[in-house]
């Protein structure tokens, strides 16, 4: 067993309370031991949302566990239909109710009976599932759910809308600028002449899903969450999706010339390449921005990139086919969908990495020591310690990450956003040089700390004389190779003609 302090998914129940009070007027109930409902904490602090957090503990104690929890349950249930009168109320058990193994769906049958809404349970396995599948689950199962509802009353609409029209799928709670990237989304939409027919779960009514079928087509814009329910509604309604991110100049293209080719195969005649071009050109700063002297500047230099498998791939390919900059490695923690990310990626960078451990992801980025990591908070950290710059492009993510003004990722006025986050996480690096130019730090003793603070070698004076001379944001490096050098030849004190024969061995 491996104690983790740090998980970039979270487990299964975050996933399900995350749709769950993404949707309007819908309630859930976790099953779990106190302690557990730290979600309600995580979404009003991160995402300062000035709504109640629609969740409810019924908490696993004692009593509970020796005499079982239908009853509590069940009461807790028809307490809040009662004071709440939420469309839904949705059961989520977490790992310790799992191992009661008590019948939550015989539970939500029996307080169906008095509940004047709907009630349902998270139907995920809390042991095979992260966050981020139970999220995709979830959403999928509540779709499902309404849909057969509306088949059963006889109120599913017939037939699709006049004119184009789109579902937006996967926009969630505490999800990575998804606010930001949805009102861009229905910009560009508006721009196409393409109706939004729902966007869900963010702000949707559950009554509202049965008009789900009248969309022309679904965009999934998040590959973490809205797939499985974009393929249900393809396979029941041969609804065809969407499913490229438009993160990028070129991606929001191909994005854009895969909804005309759907469009057109059902009957509509649009064309899209006019107004690419004029987003490209006039529109978003990416592409003036590629060619400027600060990105040529940039070419060549390396960079590491880890996050889920959405914002790693496409900040993968804008870094490498956008601005030339050299993709050491690119990452992602979302194990279950791998064979994806590597195709994706495999072309754009010199080794991929796909694991949860963030102790590994730490020491991939120490040895490659690049210029710039773009990744999530654990990266951010692990950048700080060792003094190299970090763009944060993915969740997990902190309260910094969910800011008021408008920053998207996504369309064209996103490709402004990513070419602010690739410029400013590479120049920011040289701060320290800046300071040590014109003045700024209170002694010019200054070693820069590189992974560690500790260092069993000893500098003469001559030697740390010459180190102060580097440049700050590389400083760290140059004694770290320095070190390594004279460890590997069981040198105990470094001295000027070491460093330069450090420094000779490297080539540089």
Request: with cysteine; charged share 25%; aromatic share 8%.
């Amino acid at each position: 067993m491996k104690l983790a302090y740090w998980m970039y998914a979270g487990p299964a129940h975050i996933g399900t309370l995350r749709v769950s009070s993404s949707f309007k007027n819908v309630h859930a109930i976790m099953h779990a031991p106190i302690g557990d409902d730290y979600f309600n904490v995580m979404r009003s602090m991160l995402e300062r949302d000035r709504n109640f957090t629609p969740v409810t503990i019924s908490s696993v104690d004692r009593t509970v566990l020796a005499r079982g929890s239908q009853e509590k349950v069940v009461n807790n249930i028809t307490r809040k239909d009662e004071e709440e009168r939420p469309d839904l109320i949705v059961l989520t058990p977490t790992c310790t109710s799992s191992i009661l193994q008590e019948d939550l769906q015989n539970f939500v049958e029996r307080a169906q009976i008095e509940a004047k809404g709907d009630v349902m349970l998270a139907d995920v396995n809390h042991y095979r599932v992260n966050e981020l599948q139970a999220a995709d689950r979830t959403l999928e199962q509540i779709i499902q759910f309404y849909i057969a509802k509306a088949r059963k009353k006889g109120e599913l609409p017939e037939g699709k809308t006049e004119k184009p029209s789109v579902n937006i799928i996967g926009i969630s709670s505490l999800g990575f600028h998804n606010q930001h990237d949805c009102t861009e989304l229905k910009r560009l939409m508006a721009d196409l002449g393409i109706e939004v027919n729902e966007v869900i779960p963010e702000g949707a009514s559950v009554h509202n899903l049965k008009n789900l079928p009248r969309a022309w087509f679904n965009l999934v814009p998040y590959r973490e969450i809205g797939l499985m329910a974009a393929r249900y509604l393809e396979q029941e309604f041969g609804t065809p999706y969407v499913g490229i991110t438009p993160m990028g100049v070129v991606e929001t293209a191909r994005c854009l010339r895969k909804i005309q080719q759907i469009l057109n195969d059902q009957g509509a005649d649009v064309n899209y390449e006019e107004y690419i071009d004029n987003q490209t050109l006039y529109v978003s700063q990416a592409a003036w921005f590629s060619r400027s002297i600060d990105c040529q500047n940039l070419t060549g230099k390396k960079a590491v990139v880890f996050g889920d498998n959405t914002h790693a791939a496409a900040m993968t390919k804008i870094l490498t086919r956008e601005m030339g900059i050299h993709v050491v490695c690119a990452g992602t923690y979302c194990k279950y969908d791998a064979d994806w990310f590597k195709e994706q990626v495999s072309e754009y960078c010199d080794e991929v990495l796909v694991s949860d451990d963030n102790g590994e992801i730490g020491d991939m980025i120490a040895r490659i020591e690049p210029s710039a990591i773009f990744g999530t908070q654990m990266e951010r950290h692990v950048g700080k310690r060792l003094s190299i710059p970090c763009g944060v492009i993915a969740a997990p993510i902190h309260i910094q990450d969910f800011p008021i003004g408008y920053k998207p990722f996504l369309g064209y006025e996103g490709t402004n956003q990513v070419a602010d986050l690739v410029y400013n996480s590479f120049t920011l690096g040289m701060e320290d040089h800046l300071l040590e130019i014109f003045g700024g730090h209170d002694t010019k003793e200054v070693i820069h700390k590189g992974i560690s603070a500790d260092s069993d070698l000893n500098w003469d004076k001559e030697a740390k004389a010459e180190l102060n001379k580097v440049p700050g944001f590389v400083r760290g490096k140059v004694k770290r190779n320095t070190e390594k050098f004279a460890r590997d030849r069981a040198i105990s004190e470094i001295t000027l003609e070491v460093m330069y024969a450090a420094k000779e061995s490297v080539g540089a």
